[in-house]
Structures are given as C-alpha cells and as structure tokens.
C-alpha cells in the first residue's frame, strides 16, 4: 500500500519511510499483523505504539514466568557437582606455584578437571534452563582459553569436557600454570564463579558460599553443602 508523507519534514519523512520500510518485511514474523504496521494512521494514532508495549509486556511475562518456573525446581545433581568444582578451583587459587610444587600442582589440577567434567555434564543436560546458560558460558570461556589451556597440557574436548596430559603439564612453563589457575579473572575464577552460580540455581536459590567479614579485613567462608567453614585473609 503507497504512503504518502506531504506535510512531513524530510527528517520525519526519512524516519517514517525507514520504520515502515523495514516493518513490512518483518512485522508479520514479529507481530503477526504485517497490515498494521504498514499503515500510517497507525503511527499517528498512536495504535502502533500500544503494540509495542504490549509485545514488551508479554516478553517480560514470559521471561518472568519462565524464571518463577525455575525457581520451583532443583537439580541436586548439578548442584553437588557445581559445589566440588567450586572448592576444586578454590583450593587451586591458594595453591604454591613452584616447580618443586609441580607434582602437588598437577594433582591438584587433576582433580579440578574431574571436578569441572562432572558439573559440565550436568548442569549441560539440566532441567533447569538457568543451569544450562551458565554451563553455556563456561563452555564458552573455556574455548576463550583453549590456546593457552593447551599449552599447559589440558584439552577441550567435542562434549565440552577437559582432559589433562600429565607429561605436558610437568614440563609446561610455572608461570603460565599460575596465570590460569591463580587470582582474579584467571580461568579458575572463572569456574569458581561459574559454579557458584550454577549452584545457587540448581540449589532454589542458596548460595554455594556465605562470607562475613570482619573489621579485621578477614572473613569466615562457609560452604553451604557441608558447612565446612574456612578462614581466610
């Protein structure tokens, strides 16, 4: 149907034939009403504007619906093995970066990667579609780092699990290990933060750890699952 803009300014011409341009190829998939949007006295009228915020409000019910939905459910499995990669990568952050540490390292590593595995496969084939992204964006964080996780002997594999080649970790360079395995935003974070909030949906809610602080700038942590309280500086 032909439009016509006479009395528009260019500006508001060039806006209107843009909006209704792209709204004829597109509305129907969108809104499922291709001859409204292609009408002018809908914009003018303001009808055009009632629809969008109709469509917004009911993006937003469904998001929140879907959110109360997960909310009601709980995946123990996911969360116990979210709550074991937690600690793993943790007690890998507290860890000795040495070379005379290297066989203490890789075992400690060893039991990161068992640990990373078995939540990757869990919270991958959850029923809880907040476990699922998250595992989505670990995996994604991995493949950020396979580079470099490589040359450290660990593998990303096709079913988004990690294998380690001891041979390759042991002769690898100390400070590469401790670059992704030690501090803020190293991969372990990474895990850790990932984990926690893999956790705290699988769980209802709870969270993986609890920490207070005292005026002395040291807190106690307390992991939720077993009530293991460590403290640390």
Same mark, same amino acid.
């Given at each position: 149907m032909a439009i016509s803009l006479t009395g528009l300014t260019s500006g508001q011409g060039d806006v209107y034939s843009n909006l209704l341009s792209s709204a004829s190829s597109s509305s129907s998939d969108v809104f499922g009403t291709s001859t409204l949007l292609t009408d002018y006295a809908s914009i003018k009228n303001?009808?055009?504007?009632?629809?969008?915020?109709?469509?917004?409000?009911?993006?937003?019910?469904?998001?929140?619906?879907?959110?109360?939905?997960?909310?009601?459910?709980?995946?123990?499995?996911?969360?116990?093995?979210?709550? %074991? /990669? =937690?600690?793993?990568?943790?007690? #890998? *952050?507290?860890?000795?970066?040495?070379?005379?540490?290297?066989? @203490? &390292?890789?075992?400690?590593?060893?039991?990161?990667?068992?640990?990373?595995?078995?939540?990757?496969?869990?919270?991958?084939?959850?029923?809880?579609?907040?476990?699922?992204?998250?595992?989505?964006?670990?995996?994604? %964080? /991995? =493949?950020?780092?396979?580079?470099? #996780? *490589?040359?450290?002997?660990?593998?990303?594999?096709?079913?988004? @699990? &990690?294998?380690?080649?001891?041979?390759?970790?042991?002769?690898?360079?100390?400070?590469?290990?401790k670059s992704l395995f030690s501090g803020v935003g190293s991969f372990a974070d990474k895990v850790a933060s990932k984990a926690s909030q893999i956790y705290r949906y699988a769980n209802g809610g709870a969270s993986v750890t609890t920490k207070t602080y005292t005026s002395a700038g040291t807190y106690t942590q307390t992991n939720t699952e077993d009530a293991t309280i460590n403290s640390v500086t």
């Amino acid at each position: 149907m032909a439009i016509s803009l006479t009395g528009l300014t260019s500006g508001q011409g060039d806006v209107y034939s843009n909006l209704l341009s792209s709204a004829s190829s597109s509305s129907s998939d969108v809104f499922g009403t291709s001859t409204l949007l292609t009408d002018y006295a809908s914009i003018k009228n303001g009808s055009y504007g009632k629809m969008m915020k109709a469509y917004y409000q009911k993006q937003e019910e469904t998001e929140e619906a879907s959110s109360s939905t997960d909310k009601e459910k709980k995946d123990t499995t996911s969360a116990t093995s979210a709550s %074991a /990669s =937690y600690k793993s990568a943790e007690k #890998l *952050s507290t860890a000795e970066f040495s070379e005379e540490n290297k066989d @203490t &390292l890789y075992e400690n590593v060893s039991s990161f990667v068992e640990d990373y595995n078995s939540m990757m496969k869990n919270a991958t084939n959850s029923d809880i579609s907040n476990v699922r992204k998250q595992a989505n964006w670990l995996y994604d %964080a /991995s =493949y950020a780092n396979y580079k470099l #996780l *490589s040359s450290v002997g660990i593998t990303l594999n096709s079913d988004r @699990t &990690l294998s380690l080649d001891e041979d390759t970790f042991k002769k690898a360079d100390i400070s590469t290990v401790k670059s992704l395995f030690s501090g803020v935003g190293s991969f372990a974070d990474k895990v850790a933060s990932k984990a926690s909030q893999i956790y705290r949906y699988a769980n209802g809610g709870a969270s993986v750890t609890t920490k207070t602080y005292t005026s002395a700038g040291t807190y106690t942590q307390t992991n939720t699952e077993d009530a293991t309280i460590n403290s640390v500086t």
